[in-house]
């Protein structure tokens, strides 16, 4: 089973002038909201993760659930034979999170793992179902330490794009 999760950093916090309820795009997804997070498969109890405290976590929940999507472009969807590639960049480092959907199934791992050590691997159903899942209890909780960022346009916009799956 997949669980994403994340810790906000004491080290790089947001500006105290902040207007949650104006911030644009780019401000909400490299400038706000940075911490740590992580991919974990409770199965076998292995987990990617970052421990670099400056990832801005809103943007990456938006980025996998933009990879979610991406990775079902194939006609052909859990059928298809043909791999189909995404990678997650971290804007700070040249480091990735690597994303593979072959016959329904997501592997994924990244540039700082060991190449002998096998990929975190989920149904594509779950990766979708989790990362939208995370998607809106991260903006639940960050909306629960800055009230105004429940009357951002943009995150609105985000909500209604990725909405929670069955």
């Not at 902040?18 to 911030?23: C, E, I, P, V």
């Not at 990678?87 to 700082?112: C, H, K, N, P």
Request: glycine residues 4%; negative net charge; proline residues 7%.
């Amino acid at each position: 089973m997949l669980d994403i999760g994340y810790a906000l950093s004491n080290r790089f916090p947001d500006p105290p002038q902040t207007d949650y309820r104006r911030a644009d795009v780019h401000t909400l997804r490299h400038d706000l909201f940075c911490g740590d997070v992580y991919l974990a498969d409770t199965k076998t109890d292995r987990e990617l993760s970052t421990a670099w405290g400056w990832v801005p976590v809103l943007d990456f929940a938006w980025a996998l659930c933009d990879i979610a999507e991406r990775l079902d472009r194939d006609p052909m969807g859990s059928r298809a034979a043909r791999p189909q590639r995404a990678e997650l960049d971290f804007t700070e480092s040249t480091d990735r999170m690597l994303f593979e959907r072959r016959f329904g199934w997501v592997d994924i791992t990244a540039d700082w793992v060991p190449a002998e050590e096998s990929p975190l691997s989920f149904s594509h159903a779950e990766l979708r179902r989790e990362s939208r899942d995370f998607l809106h209890d991260l903006i639940a909780d960050l909306t629960d330490l800055h009230e105004d960022l429940a009357e951002n346009p943009a995150v609105w916009t985000l909500q209604a794009r990725f909405p929670r799956t069955p």
